[in-house]
T-cell receptor, first 112, second 111 residues
C-alpha cells in the first residue's frame, strides 16, 4: 500500500498557484518525498524530491513540514498543460529499496 | 538521447498467446523496471533490475518473466496472456534508483 494520502482531485485557475498537499505520517528518517505527475496517457514525469529541506527547481517547489509528516507541492503559475495526476511518493534512495509505490494521486484540473 | 523507448505502442493478443514487450534506454542507467497501470489506478511494479544479470520481483510479478542481459535492454515476457493482463505497461530507468525516467507505454489488450 502507498504510504501517502492525497486528495483525489483539485481545481486551480490558470495563472494561479496550485498547492497540492500530501500526508506521509509514517515516513522514516531515510525516506525522501518524491513527486511525479502523469499527463493523460503518458508515462509519469519526475518533478521534484526532498528529504527535509524545502526544494525548488524550474518546475515546482516542495515544502516539507518540520516533522516531515506532510508536504506541499507548489506549481507557482499553473497553466492548462499542468492538468495531470500528481503522485506523492515516499521512498529510500538507491537500489531495490528505491522502488516507487504509486497511490491514486491527485487529479489536478487547471481551468481557464 | 532517445531516453526510454518501448515497443510496440499497441498490441492485441488472444488468450493464451505469448509475447515480449521491449524496453530500451540509452542513458547507461543501471536501474530498470516494469510497471502496469490499470484504468483509474496508480502504477504497480511488476519486475525490476538493479543491473545486468540481476532481476527481482515487484508487487505483481505473476504471469510475467524478465531478463537483463545488457544494461540497455529489459524485455518483459508474457508467458500465456490472460484478459486480466489487459493494461498499459510502462518501463522506467534511473541512475542508482533515484529520479526515474519513464517510457511512453505499451497498451495491451488481451481478448
Amino acid at each position: 500500500d502507498a504510504k501517502t494520502t492525497q486528495p483525489p482531485s483539485m481545481d486551480c485557475a490558470e495563472g494561479r498557484a496550485a498547492n497540492l498537499p500530501c500526508n506521509h505520517s509514517t515516513i522514516s528518517g531515510n525516506e525522501y518525498v518524491y513527486w511525479y505527475r502523469q499527463i493523460h496517457s503518458q508515462g509519469p514525469q519526475y518533478i521534484i524530491h526532498g528529504l527535509k529541506n524545502n526544494e525548488t527547481n524550474e518546475m515546482a517547489s516542495l515544502i516539507i513540514t518540520e516533522d516531515r509528516k506532510s508536504s506541499t507541492l507548489i506549481l507557482p503559475h499553473a497553466t492548462l498543460r499542468d492538468t495531470a495526476v500528481y503522485y506523492c511518493i515516499v521512498r529510500v534512495d538507491g537500489g531495490s529499496q528505491g522502488n516507487l509505490i504509486f497511490g491514486k494521486g491527485t487529479k489536478l484540473s487547471v481551468k481557464p | 538521447n532517445a531516453g526510454v523507448t518501448q515497443t510496440p505502442k499497441f498490441q492485441v493478443l488472444k488468450t493464451g498467446q505469448s509475447m515480449t514487450l521491449q524496453c530500451a534506454q540509452d542513458m547507461n542507467h543501471e536501474y530498470m523496471s516494469w510497471y502496469r497501470q490499470d484504468p483509474g489506478m496508480g502504477l504497480r511494479l511488476i519486475h525490476y533490475s538493479v543491473g545486468a544479470g540481476i532481476t527481482d520481483q515487484g508487487e505483481v510479478p505473476n504471469g510475467y518473466n524478465v531478463s537483463r542481459s545488457t544494461t540497455e535492454d529489459f524485455p518483459l515476457r508474457l508467458l500465456s496472456a490472460a484478459p486480466s493482463q489487459t493494461s498499459v505497461y510502462f518501463c522506467a530507468s534511473s541512475y542508482t534508483g533515484t529520479e526515474q525516467f519513464f517510457g511512453p507505454g505499451t497498451r495491451l489488450t488481451v481478448l
